[in-house]
């Protein structure tokens, strides 16, 4: 089995063919149960970037039926999907089939921790939180890029397509939201924004309460709008907030000169 994933591995180039492999996950736990496994855990860790909204949502039917109707018996499996990307959240969630509990980022011990393992010199612990509100991925970016949340902001904005046209269409909307993301709460705030702004990974729309029973680990502060968390939306990090805050700066210039 292993040998067949490391050749299913090589071969991957494109977006496309990273989706047939999610999708060979399957044939590998099943391949796993008919070699004997009777204890088997399946995780796919933030793929759905790569896949429809649909097939998202296929991808966990079919670990159910692979827990509820395997062609081998067994002793246990256990089947987690992680993803950050928020489309696929809505098609999964008006089914039975699936139980949605979110993650929000590392607690402030657990993210001193990964801070500490980083080398010098470094910025502060209290500015580092700051830009990423308690996201590995962020501290990563700031680390790969040196530092420099210039840079990693420059690349945000075309990473994430803020356009001068995304820009001056929303900028009403997201001049508010920069400020205080429950400003997207508006019922007065078009749907096609907020799919716009979930669609690219800039926020997270309609939060849970914040019991932990409703999360895994630590859920996020009530509200907090130094790193981005609205009691309803929030930034996926402030990075990301800067990122559109940056772009609506731009189109101004534009205009302006």
Known sequence: IKQVILERLKQVSTEHEFARLVWMVIDVAIEALKHGRKRLAVVVDDAFQYLSTKEAAAIVKSLLELIEHPEESYERIVAIVATSEGLSRYEIGRHLWAELTPMWNMSRKGFEELYEELPNPKPSLDEVWRLTGGNPRALSMLYRAMWSTNLVISRLVVEKNLTPVFASRWRSWLEKAVEDPDALWDPNVSEELINEL????????????????????????????????????????????????????????????
């Open 198 to 257: 979930v669609s690219r990974n800039l926020i997270l729309y309609f939060l849970h309460e914040r019991s932990p029973l409703l999360w895994i680990d630590e859920p996020p502060p009530e509200k907090n709008l130094e790193i981005g968390v609205g009691r309803h939306v929030a930034w996926q990090t402030p990075l990301h907030r800067e990122a559109v805050r940056r772009a609506l700066a731009q189109h101004s210039m534009h205009q302006s000169s």
